[in-house]
C-alpha cells in the first residue's frame, strides 16, 4: 500500500501530526496530487548537496508534472484548483527555483517524518495490543487464584468427610460382634478410595499452586524488567522535554493484581498447612512441597515490592517546573515517591522515609492513587569542609552528579519488607547562572543511559547522535512553546555543530565538549547560544515563534538566497549568531540585489519596545530624505501589517522615527 493512502487511514491524533509537516513552503496539495510520483524516487539521495544537479531535475520534474495536473482540472474544468495549482508552482519556483537541493531536503524529511508517524501509529497498536496481551493474562491468574481458591475449599470438604468416615469406621470396629465384618470391609473399601481421592485432590491443588507461582513469576518478571524499564525511560525523556506517557495509573494496577494474587496464594498455603497438621500421610504432597512453595511466593512477594517503589515525580525547583533535576542549594524543592502495590487496607505501619535530616515522611494512601509521599519543603545546604583542597577535582560543577535515594520499611500482613529507590542523578548549582549548563549535563546524561547510579557519567561523556540531539534540542522548544524546530531550523543548527555534509547524517557524531563546553570563535558555546535564545523566545517572543512569524536559525547567507528572488521590501526575522544572550534582527530585501542586515535587538531593548512595534514603525531615509519603511512582506510574501496587525499596539504615526537603527 501507498504510504500516503496508509496515513490518511490513522487516527486523527496521527493526522493531526501529518498536517504539521506541510505549511506554505511545501503544501500538502502536492503530497496529495503527486504522491505516487514524489514515493517513486529516492528524496534522501537527491537531498545530498553534492547531487545539486540531480536536485534540480526532480524540481523541474515536479514542475512537469504539476503541469500535467492542472491539464487534468482544466479537462474537468475545475477553476477552483486550476487557480491553487499555478499559485503553488509560482511559489516553488520563487522558493527553490535557485536552492533545488532545499526542496529535496523538505520531502527527504517529510517522508521519513511520514514514516516515524506510521511507525508510531503501528507501535501504538502493539501497545495496546500488548496491554490486552497484560490485562488478560493478569485475568487469567486472578481466575486461577480463585479456582485454587474453590479447589481447597472442596479438598477441605472432602478431608472433613474422610475424617469423620475414619473416625466413624474406628468406632464401629470396637463395637465387637454388632457390625458384620462383610460390612466393615465395605467400609474400608470406600474409605481408601475416599482416601486415594483425596491424595490426588491434595496433589491437584499443589500441582495447580504450583503451576500459579510459575505464571505469576512469569507475569512479574515481564511487569519489572520490561513495562517498568519502558516507563522510567520515558520519565526520562518527559524530564528533559518529550512527550511521552508517564501515568502510572495501568502499570499500578498490574502491580496491584499481582500482589494481590500472591497474598492470597499465601493466605492459601497458610490453608494448606492446616489441613497438613489434621492429616498427613507418607509421600503428602502438601507436606512435600508447601514450604517451597511458600519460600517461592514470599520471594516473589518481596521482588515486586521492592520494585514497586517508584519517583512519580523527580526532584524540582517550582521555580523551574520544565527543566527538573536540577537544583540550587537554598531553593525549596519537591518530589514525590510512589508505591505501586496499591494496598487495600491502611497497613497497621506505614513507610518512612528520611531525608538530608528531615523528619521521617510517611506514606500516605492517597484517593484512588494508592500509597505516595510528596515531599514539598526541601532544600539542600552546602556544607563546609574544614581545611584547604589539596586538589581540584577532574569535573566541573555542573558536571558532577548526585542523586537521592529513599530506604521505605513496610510492614504488612505479618511481614516486615525492606526497599529502597534512587532518584534519577541531579546537578547541584549554587548560582542562578549555573543553571543552562547543569541543564545541559542533565539532557546529555537523559539521552544516553538509563542508569541512575551511573554518577560519574562525565568522567568520559559519550557522544550523542545529531538525530537525538536534534529531536531533544526541538523538544526544548516546544516545551515552553506551541513550536518546535522545523527541518530547515535544525538543518541550520546541524550545520553550525557538523559542518555542511555531516549535518545531513542523523548518525553524525556530536562530543559533549563541543556542545557545552567548547568555546566557539565567538567565545560561547553552542549550549549557551540556544540558551540564550530560549530566553529571549520565553521573555519577549513567544507568541510570534507560535505563529511561525519568526524563522529564526537562518544564516546570513542562507538569507541571501532566500530573498534574493523575492519582491522588493520581503524581510525574515533571524536570530543573532554572535550573541550569547540571545537577540533578534531582520534582514531585507531591496532592489538591485541589495540585501540589508540590522544590528541585533537584544532583550534590554525588547523590553523596553515590542518587535512588532519596532517593525511597525521602523524607518530608513528614501529619496528627497523622506523616512519610510522599508518592510513590506514576511517571507515569503505575507503582507507586514497582515502578519503582525494583531500585535500592534497602536495606529503607526508616520512622522516617528524612532526605529532608525544602524546596518
Known amino acids: 500500500m501507498a504510504q500516503w493512502v496508509e496515513l490518511q487511514q490513522l487516527d486523527s491524533k496521527y493526522l493531526e501530526q501529518v498536517d504539521q509537516l506541510y505549511d506554505d513552503t511545501f503544501p500538502m496539495a502536492i503530497r496529495q496530487y503527486l504522491s505516487n510520483w514524489i514515493e ?13 544537479s540531480l536536485a534540480t ?90 479456582e485454587t481458591e474453590q479447589n481447597i475449599k472442596n479438598l477441605e470438604d472432602l478431608q472433613d468427610e474422610h475424617d469423620f468416615k475414619s473416625k466413624t469406621l474406628q468406632s464401629r470396629e470396637e463395637l465387637n460382634g454388632t457390625v458384620s465384618r462383610e460390612e466393615l470391609n465395605r467400609e474400608k473399601l470406600c474409605l481408601k478410595a475416599m482416601f486415594m481421592k483425596l491424595s490426588n485432590m491434595r496433589a491437584g491443588v499443589v500441582g495447580q499452586m504450583s503451576e500459579l507461582l510459575n505464571l505469576v513469576e512469569q507475569l512479574e518478571y515481564e511487569l519489572i524488567t520490561v513495562e517498568l524499564s519502558e516507563w522510567k525511560r520515558r520519565q526520562q525523556m518527559a524530564c528533559i522535554g518529550g512527550l511521552t506517557n508517564v501515568c502510572l495509573d495501568q502499570l499500578q494496577n498490574w502491580f496491584t493484581a499481582v500482589g494481590e494474587c500472591l497474598l492470597q496464594v499465601r493466605q492459601q498455603l497458610k490453608k494448606l498447612l492446616e489441613l497438613e497438621q489434621k492429616f498427613t500421610y507418607p509421600h503428602d504432597p502438601i507436606a512435600l512441597s508447601r514450604a517451597t512453595m511458600e519460600e517461592r511466593a514470599l520471594a516473589l512477594l518481596k521482588t515486586l515490592i ?39 487496607e491502611n497497613p497497621p505501619c506505614s513507610g518512612f522515609f528520611n531525608i538530608l535530616g528531615t523528619n521521617m515522611k510517611v506514606m500516605n494512601m492517597e ?37 537521592f535515594t529513599f530506604e521505605a520499611e513496610l510492614c504488612w500482613s505479618g511481614l516486615v519488607i525492606n526497599f529502597e529507590t534512587t532518584s534519577l542523578p541531579i546537578v547541584v548549582i549554587s548560582n542562578v547562572c549555573q543553571l543552562p549548563c547543569g541543564w545541559a549535563s542533565i539532557m546529555w546524561y537523559n539521552m544516553l543511559t538509563s542508569d541512575p547510579k551511573n554518577l560519574s557519567f562525565f568522567v568520559n561523556p559519550p557522544t550523542v547522535s545529531w538525530g537525538q540531539l536534534s529531536e531533544v534540542l526541538s523538544w526544548q522548544f516546544s516545551s515552553i512553546t506551541k513550536r518546535g524546530l522545523n527541518v530547515e531550523q535544525l538543518s541550520m543548527l546541524g550545520h553550525k555543530l557538523l559542518g555542511p555534509k555531516a549535518a545531513k547524517d542523523p548518525e553524525a557524531q556530536i562530543h559533549w565538549n563541543k556542545f557545552c563546553k567548547g568555546g566557539s570563535e565567538k567565545n560561547f558555546t553552542f549550549w549557551l547560544w540556544i540558551e540564550g535564545v530560549l530566553d529571549l523566545i520565553k521573555r519577549h517572543l513567544q507568541s510570534l515563534w507560535d505563529d511561525g512569524c519568526i524563522m529564526g536559525f537562518v544564516t546570513k547567507e542562507r538569507t541571501k538566497v532566500l530573498l534574493s528572488d523575492k519582491a522588493p521590501g520581503t524581510f525574515l526575522l533571524r536570530f543573532s549568531e554572535s550573541n ?25 531593548e525588547l523590553f523596553a519596545v515590542s518587535l512588532p512595534h519596532i517593525i511597525q514603525n521602523y524607518k530608513v531615509m528614501a529619496a528627497g530624505n523622506v523616512p519610510e519603511n522599508p518592510l513590506r512582506f514576511l517571507y515569503p510574501n505575507t503582507p507586514k501589517d497582515e502578519a503582525f496587525r494583531k500585535y500592534y499596539s497602536k495606529p503607526a504615526e508616520s512622522k516617528t522615527s524612532l526605529h532608525t537603527r544602524p546596518l
Open 580 to 604: 550569547r544572550d540571545g537577540a533578534i534582527t531582520f534582514s531585507w530585501y531591496e532592489v538591485a540585489d541589495s540585501l540589508f542586515h540590522l544590528s541585533p535587538y537584544t532583550k534590554k
Open 40 to 52: 517513486s524516487h529516492d528524496w534522501d539521495h537527491v537531498a545530498n548537496v553534492e547531487n545539486e
Open 367 to 403: 484517593e484512588s492513587i494508592g500509597m505516595a509521599a510528596e515531599f514539598r519543603h526541601l532544600q539542600l545546604k552546602e556544607q563546609k569542609v574544614a581545611g584547604n583542597r589539596t586538589s581540584e577535582g577532574p569535573l566541573i560543577v555542573t558536571e558532577e552528579l548526585h542523586s
Open 57 to 146: 531535475v526532480r524540481f523541474h520534474d515536479l514542475l512537469t508534472q504539476l503541469d500535467h495536473q492542472h491539464s487534468r482540472f482544466a479537462m474537468e474544468k475545475d477553476f477552483l484548483n486550476q487557480h491553487n495549482i499555478r499559485k503553488i508552482k509560482r511559489n516553488l519556483q520563487n522558493l527553490f527555483q535557485d536552492n533545488p537541493v532545499s526542496m529535496a531536503m523538505i520531502i527527504s524529511k517529510n517522508l521519513n517524518e511520514e514514516r516515524k508517524i506510521l511507525a508510531a501509529s503501528a507501535q501504538g497498536d502493539m501497545m495496546i495490543e500488548k496491554q490486552r496481551e497484560l490485562d488478560n493474562k493478569v485475568k487469567d491468574i486472578k481466575s486461577k487464584v480463585q
Open 306 to 344: 521492592t520494585n514497586s517503589m517508584v519517583i512519580e515525580r523527580q526532584p524540582c525547583m517550582p521555580t523551574q517546573l520544565q527543566r527538573p533535576l536540577v537544583l540550587k542549594t537554598g531553593v525549596l524543592f519537591t518530589l514525590k515517591v510512589r508505591l505501586l502495590v496499591k494496598l487495600q
